[in-house]
């Protein structure tokens, strides 16, 4: 497989979800800032919902790697 | 694990109520409430009302005293002794409250005046030239203002201004001052100055206040004055505060026990709204821990007599109805009781998460940190924070979970053969495992495979919840998700020839047959649901993502040492990065394996909403908070 096709898919399997997750994360934050200033006692549920978008991020890795090990292997 | 609580009822003549309930305070067993009895109509409370807002009052005064004399909490254990005369007691605190708060505000006058004499003295020493030349105008005006950092333009402007307004009938001195703002000294002549006062005000620019009690009012003139005024300041201070420390020895111990007591009459007050109280019977109710049963029967016998009654109640009666939730775990899991503590209680008769916490948590980390070197690190930090906490605390948990979590990031960093990254490489240290820079598949694989495991635990333990509670039909229903998903598993392994091909058909028909008996246990909401932890066990590939990650920066970090020419400014920066990439390493994989356990094991079988156990027990400061 061509390097550069397979740089670019695995650039693109990670930056899409790296933008989605980061613009989930952007709108999650303030909102669980607010919440905290007004109750404290939700720092456990503000932390999960920050790091639920970060699933996109980290499964885009995933696939990136793949896309890198898979295409090195077959070439 | 959740302690087994018993339900009690005392009753008896309403004369020793009081002593029954010290019994019971000093104990500190029993979880007191309202006994589930339709109550009397609303008797008039105005004694308890009064007295409650005596205390109240009485310990705004000590908290008052407390915080003005910088009192030390309670040093002793014991039950804190009644005060002869709460009268006499109550005077002497208001009366005490007073002199503390007379010195106080004292301290804080001397303070603001040290503080706003040292600005004039900076003020004094910018133009100190002009001290004894021949003012332009003897009796004239001077204004004082200070311009704020970074208004550097301002001075010129107000200047501008000035001449624009009142022509050569002033003089404007400016200087630098060590805090980056600007001194300015205007000097007028009387004709112009309430001219250029309202200027200034227009200007929005703010005079110091002129020196007051110097017996001048030109602060160059006032300089002697001045000086002599903050050298006394310091000794008066000094009286001031000796006066303080003589209260606070002489008061300490007395209003410490005294505030305790306080402490403990309001929660006893409170516990008396949980008792049904007439005329002739009292009866109250509580939860309490089931060998503590034997002791507060036998003591409140012993203490107050046989015409007290106390019983169990029937276990049929309560069953899982409200009691409250105590978690009992072995020394070596309580720290990871403050996991389970930052999400809602379990409800009573439900699981205690702890112990699974306890060993998947510190795995989770270890597997995404992985390394001997920044496991030794944490280990370090663990030990530290063990030397700096006091048993018991939250920062000794901490230091408890930091050590396993260490441990388990050693082990795991033998297993992929990593010592700060690849250093360990060149220090002959190899992978008891497998490499995770090589085989990243391998590592994905297994991080998947760890996380059907954790799912496959929770969905076991969500049987055994819903059997429990009584809900057989939800116990099935999620049994059958369990087999699907782990049939799904086993077809999986045989379609990648990780298991013999016989094993594929077998388990697509029993996936295929177990389909229409899922949705007819549990409805058509359970396809979603089984989608979903597919979904969940995909998740636990963050594992292998973040321990990646980690070890990519640590290498990154390595390959600097030759990367800047000089070796001693590569080994500096690859230092940093390597501290950087520890705190990332502490940071990421606690909030990853966390999201783990709340989200994808916790969802399983959880069920939050428990009443946390908090018997009648003395105050202790540490226990303010709840």
């Known amino acids: 497989m061509d390097p550069v096709l397979m740089g670019l898919g695995a650039a693109l399997a990670i930056g899409i ?42 499964l885009g890795f995933v696939v990136a790697v793949m896309i890198l090990l898979r295409g090195g292997g077959a070439g | 694990m959740i302690v087994r609580m018993t339900r009690v009822r005392i009753a008896g003549p309403p004369e020793p109520l009081e002593r029954v309930l010290a019994i019971i305070q000093d104990l500190g067993v029993l979880h007191l409430t309202r006994p589930p009895v339709q109550p009397a109509p609303a008797a008039p409370r105005s004694r308890s009302g009064r007295e409650r807002r005596h205390v109240q009052r009485l310990l705004a005064d000590a908290d008052a005293v407390v915080a003005l004399l910088k009192l030390a909490g309670p040093t002793s254990e014991r039950a804190p002794a009644p005060p002869e005369s709460i009268l006499r007691t109550a005077r002497q605190l208001r009366g005490l409250r007073r002199q503390a708060e007379a010195n106080a505000q004292a301290i804080t006058r001397l303070e603001d005046e040290r503080a706003l004499l040292l600005r004039y003295r900076e003020f004094h020493d910018a133009f100190k030239a002009l001290l004894g030349h021949e003012l332009t105008w003897p009796d004239g005006r001077a204004f004082y203002v200070v311009l704020r950092a970074g208004a550097a333009g301002a001075a010129s402007e107000l200047k501008g201004s000035l001449e624009r307004a009142v022509g050569r009938e002033f003089e404007l001195l400016t200087h630098a001052l060590s805090s980056g703002e600007t001194a300015v000294l205007l000097l007028t002549s009387a004709a112009v100055a309430p001219q250029v006062s309202s200027l200034l005000a227009e200007s929005r620019v703010q005079e110091l206040p002129a020196p007051a009690g ?84 036998s003591r409140l ?82 030990v530290v924070l063990r030397w700096k906490s006091a048993a018991g605390t939250k920062l000794r948990a901490v230091s408890a979970i930091a050590g396993a979590s260490a441990g388990f990031s050693i082990v795991f960093g033998l297993v992929f053969g990593e010592l700060f990254g690849t250093l360990g490489h060149h220090l002959g240290l190899r992978p008891l495992g497998f490499d995770r820079e090589k085989a990243t598949i391998a590592f994905l694989a297994l991080t998947v495979a760890l996380g059907l495991v954790h799912v496959l635990l929770g969905l076991v333990l969500a049987v055994i919840n819903a059997w429990r509670s009584g809900h057989s039909r939800m116990a099935m229903g999620r049994g059958v998700t369990l087999v699907m998903i782990a049939l799904s598993a086993v077809a999986l392994l045989a379609a990648f020839e990780l298991l013999p091909a016989p094993f594929f058909a077998p388990a697509v028909v029993a996936v295929l047959v177990a389909f229409p008996i899922l949705i007819a246990l549990e409805g058509i909401v359970a396809v979603i649901e089984l989608l979903a932890t597919f979904g969940h066990i995909l998740s636990y590939a963050r594992i292998m993502a973040l321990g ?79």
């Open chain 2, 214 to 297: 110097l017996g001048q009012t030109q602060l160059l003139r006032a300089v002697p004055a001045l000086t002599a005024r903050l050298a006394a300041i310091p000794a008066e201070l000094a009286t001031l505060r000796a006066e303080r420390a003589t209260l606070a020895a002489q008061w300490a111990d007395r209003v410490s026990t005294l505030r305790a007591w306080l402490h403990d009459r309001l929660l006893m007050l409170d516990a008396r709204g949980e008792v049904l109280s007439g005329t002739h019977l009292f009866v109250l109710e509580g939860w309490l821990p089931d060998p503590a049963f034997d002791g507060l029967a």
């Open chain 2, 548 to 626: 990646t990650a980690s070890l990519m920066l640590a290498v990154v970090a390595n390959e600097m040492v030759g990367a800047f020419g000089s070796v001693i400014v590569g080994v500096l920066f690859a230092l940093l990065f390597h501290l950087v990439n520890f705190a990332i390493g502490l940071f990421s994989p606690t909030l990853h394996a966390l999201r783990l356990h709340y989200v994808e094991f916790f969802g399983k079988f959880y069920s939050p909403g428990g009443t946390a156990y908090r018997p009648l027990a003395h105050w202790r400061p540490s226990l303010q908070g709840g």
């Open chain 2, 301 to 382: 016998t012993q203490e107050v007599g046989a015409e007290l009654v106390v019983e169990r109640v029937g276990a049929e009666r309560w069953w899982r109805q409200d009691a409250p939730v105590a978690l009992k775990n072995p020394a070596l899991f309580r720290p990871f009781e403050l996991f389970t503590r930052m999400v809602p209680l379990p409800k009573y008769g439900s699981i205690d998460p702890t112990p699974f916490v306890a060993v998947f948590f510190p795995m989770f980390f270890g597997l995404m940190l992985g390394d001997v070197g920044y496991g030794l690190a944490l280990a370090g930090l663990a």
């Open chain 1, 17 to 58: 979800p790296a933008l989605a997750t980061g613009w989930a994360q952007s709108r999650i934050g303030p909102a669980a800032a607010a919440s905290l200033a007004e109750k404290p006692e939700l720092s456990t549920t503000a932390i999960v919902l920050i790091a639920i978008p970060e699933t996109m991020v980290i």
